[in-house]
């Protein structure tokens, strides 16, 4: 399976990603950069996005970043350090970079911006590699 | 204004922690516990809850518990790490108690378990104390 | 091999632990208790401990938990929160605790605190559990 | 004050760097790369460089990097991920690089990484800004 052939199977039943309006702008082995605009029913109580919003769109750029390898990988550890103020209305876009790899595990940089370039968000996440092939996962379901 | 009026305030206009079904348990200054039901619409690709769930439950929690004290603080680094998966219907906890605090950080640590006590995941947050009270904040809205 | 036995193995040439002058106040699987005072060559330009300083001797009380079981832990992802300083001669204590285990990882608290009980810093860490035994290495080596 | 001068001033009374045989390679406002040899006497009981060793270097690149702006800044929250392990002998350098900044708060990146340019570790940080200025500091003591 490509990449692109695993995240479209992933996006399928991912309904939270679809419910974030997540679309899938480029993906490689080992990369993703996805796009959404966030919502009014994405903000918390100051009228901005909820810090799970830029978390929720790093966590699946990491996710299909590191299942576009054609293992599947779990994420361990992660972390997010936010910026600026995301507002209801922007686009964000989530860009993650595979760092280093080893057989089982995999570190990833996920920056999140605008359109217009400014960083809002820096996101860090480890994932374990199962040693389960996407082709074993697609003949089991 | 008390805990639990800043953290009615902040629910009112919290879409997203509504739209999670978020409902707070316990306030007091600095500790805040939360609970919630996972829906097939939390979920990710594996059909387990999209990491962004727990994290964004854990985030609500962090913020009430540390606005708790009547002073402005916003959210300015934070960390999880997912131990066991989450699955559609599985209620979960979150419970925020305050580590440290000085005149302009304070430092939290969230843990997220299920029903029966089996702890899903932790969670550990800065927040920036901004020296905004919130009788100040609720005058200028 | 108990966990005493593993932990004098390994301080033994742990020529790092030795300059910082760690004592190994308790030990059992997955859990560690150190003691370490803090001298003026670790200081930083300002006269208080080098943040290393903290973080190597949590670091220290995190592989000699997670080794405690009896099987190589390898440390993959660590961070530390520095809440007050440490100044020369300070004692330090560092507790590491065992949050959750699976087949592969495992996941620490250490708390280090001084003798009053203030603490001075909180670390976080997850192991990779290599799946050799202390038995195998010490033959190896 | 330059930012080399600052960093000079730091380095005389930072007797840890100095153990460590740190050496300043560039400074600006908001980089830093640094240089040091390990040691065997940095080394855990496994013989390679105890997670320290990486930790304490980057910490230092990120403390120059972060106070050659002029202004005291303070290390609150920092994790490293461990990629590679690192022997006596090695060479590693840190590159410490400014990732944003506000009114009281920096974020960096720091890589360690070896002469042949193997990446070592990923270090992440954020501080604090107190608002002092090094003149003022330099005055002071």
Redesign the interface.
């Known amino acids: 399976m490509t990449p692109a052939e695993i995240v479209a199977?992933?996006?399928?039943?991912?309904?939270?990603?679809q419910?974030l309006g997540i679309e899938v702008m480029e993906i490689r082995p080992g990369y993703c950069l996805l796009r959404m605009r966030v919502r009014?029913?994405?903000?918390?109580?100051?009228?901005i996005a909820?810090?799970?919003?830029s978390?929720?769109?790093a966590?699946?750029a990491l996710?299909f970043a590191a299942n576009g390898h054609g293992e599947q990988a779990?994420?361990?550890?992660?972390?997010?350090?936010?910026?600026?103020k995301v507002e209801p209305g922007d686009i964000l876009m989530a860009e993650a970079v595979e760092?280093?790899t080893?057989r089982?595990?995999a570190?990833y940089?996920v920056e999140i911006f605008d359109e217009a370039g400014a960083?809002k968000a820096?996101f860090?996440g480890?994932v374990?590699r199962t040693g389960k092939t996407w082709e074993q996962l697609s003949i089991k379901n």
């Open positions: 199977k992933m996006m399928e039943k991912d309904f939270f990603s419910w009014e029913e994405m903000c918390n109580g100051f009228s909820h810090g799970g919003i978390f929720s769109l966590d699946s996710a779990v994420s361990i550890s992660t972390a997010i350090d936010h910026l600026e760092l280093h080893s089982k595990l570190r940089r960083m820096i860090r480890t374990y």
